[in-house]
Each structure stands twice: as structure tokens, then as C-alpha cells.
């Protein structure tokens, strides 16, 4: 009965490889997010998708790639992958866009870029 | 820009005290402020949501307020258990940010027994 659910949950791979990461969520929101968590466990947002469709886009490499088939998922994918993109994603969902939602986190992909 | 901090960064205490934890943000425009617990290695657990409109949220041993106009919240934890040690964030949710969260760096808590 997993709220929000990411795969995998560890990710080792080598520079320059490309990666995925995929989230669902059971909990019937339309809007889902991803977020970086960094080294230092600093917690930023890095896309917002409502309804399948891109609304937020922050300062993020176009190496990265937001892809949401349907409202229940929305997966990351990562083009060449760098040393510097090492860090734990989140993803997360809330129902609507207003802010007034709650939002509601997965457990975390810990990649590691060697 | 929104700016999030949270004071102290660290804090250990022994079981059965009472403490606080803040959060103060620099533009007072915010729809609601989120905290959550994040335990070492996994996710973020949402523990009170409070609206703008809002002045405070109760949940079991847990009570946040929010004043707005001087953009400040505070995280009371009641009767600390060591079952409480864990990193707490806060999130204020502003309009300009479209629906994402600003997080803070977080208060990291250690409850002695």
C-alpha cells in the first residue's frame, strides 16, 4: 500500500552511462515532482509535471529528461551521466496545484556516479 | 528569492524534554509551510501542514505555528523520545515557485535516553 514508490532504490553506474529512475504514485494526485537532495542533504526542486504536463522547470542540465506517461507516473531519465550528479532524487506527488496540497515524498534514489 | 533557514542545525537533548525547533523564510507570500522528518537513508515523512491562513497544526506531541508577517515558524515536539532523533525540515510552499517546495537545511535532533 505504498503511497509513492521509486526504482531503484540504489544506483551505481559509471560517467558517462545513461540511467533511469521511475515513480508511481497510488494516491490519485496529478501532479508529481522531482527533487535533488544533495551531499550536503540540501533539498531542491528540479521539475513539477500536473496532469502530465511540464510546469516547473528549475536550472537543471538538459541532460535531464522528466517523462510522465500518465498521471500516476512520472520517470527521470539522466544522458550522460557526471560525477557531479551523485545525490539522492525524490519524488513526490500532490493532488492539484495549488498549494494548499500536502505533499507526499517516495523513499529516494541514492545514485552514485563513479 | 525565497530564502529558508532553520535554527539550530543541530540538537541534542535528553528524553523527556520539551523543545523547539525554528524555521524562518524571507518572503512572507507563502500558501503554506510543510515540516517534515527525514530518518538517516530514507524519505522525507510529512508531519504538519499548516495553510497560510493558518496559525498553527497539533498532531499527537507534535505543534507547529506559523506567523506570517514576521515569516517565522516554529516545530514544539513535547516530551522528546529517542524515537525522535531524526533530521527536520521545513518547506514553505510559494507562489512564484509554482507548486514546488523551498526547503530549509534542517534541524538534526538527538534524544538522548
Known amino acids: 500500500d505504498t503511497a509513492v514508490s521509486q526504482t531503484p532504490k540504489y544506483l551505481v553506474t559509471q560517467m558517462g552511462n545513461d540511467k533511469s529512475i521511475k515513480c508511481e504514485q497510488n494516491l490519485g494526485h496529478d501532479t508529481m515532482y522531482w527533487y535533488k537532495q544533495d551531499s550536503k542533504k540540501f533539498l531542491k526542486i528540479m521539475f513539477s509535471y500536473n496532469n502530465k504536463e511540464l510546469i516547473i522547470n528549475e536550472t537543471v542540465p538538459n541532460r535531464f529528461s522528466p517523462k510522465s506517461p500518465d498521471k500516476a507516473h512520472l520517470n527521470l531519465h539522466i544522458n550522460s551521466l557526471e560525477l557531479g550528479d551523485s545525490a539522492v532524487y525524490f519524488c513526490?506527488?500532490?493532488?492539484?496545484?495549488?498549494?494548499?496540497?500536502?505533499?507526499?515524498f517516495g523513499p529516494g534514489t541514492r545514485l552514485t556516479v563513479l | 528569492k525565497q530564502e529558508v533557514t532553520q535554527i539550530p542545525a543541530a540538537l541534542s537533548v535528553p528524553e523527556g524534554e520539551n523543545l523547539v525547533l525554528n524555521c524562518s523564510f524571507t518572503?512572507?507570500?507563502?500558501?503554506?509551510l510543510q515540516w517534515f522528518r527525514q530518518d538517516p537513508g530514507k524519505g522525507l515523512t510529512s508531519l504538519l501542514l499548516?495553510?497560510?491562513?493558518?496559525r498553527e497544526q497539533t498532531s499527537g506531541r507534535l505543534n507547529a505555528s506559523l506567523d506570517k508577517s514576521s515569516g517565522r515558524s516554529t516545530l514544539y515536539i513535547a516530551a522528546s523520545q529517542p524515537g525522535d532523533s531524526a533530521t527536520y525540515l521545513c518547506a514553505v510552499g510559494l507562489r512564484q515557485a509554482g507548486t514546488a517546495l523551498i526547503f530549509g537545511k534542517g534541524t538534526t535532533l538527538s534524544v538522548s535516553s
Open positions: 518572503d512572507s507570500a507563502i500558501y503554506n
Open positions: 499548516i495553510q497560510s491562513s493558518q
Open positions: 513526490a506527488s500532490s493532488q492539484g496545484t495549488s498549494l494548499y496540497n500536502e505533499q507526499f
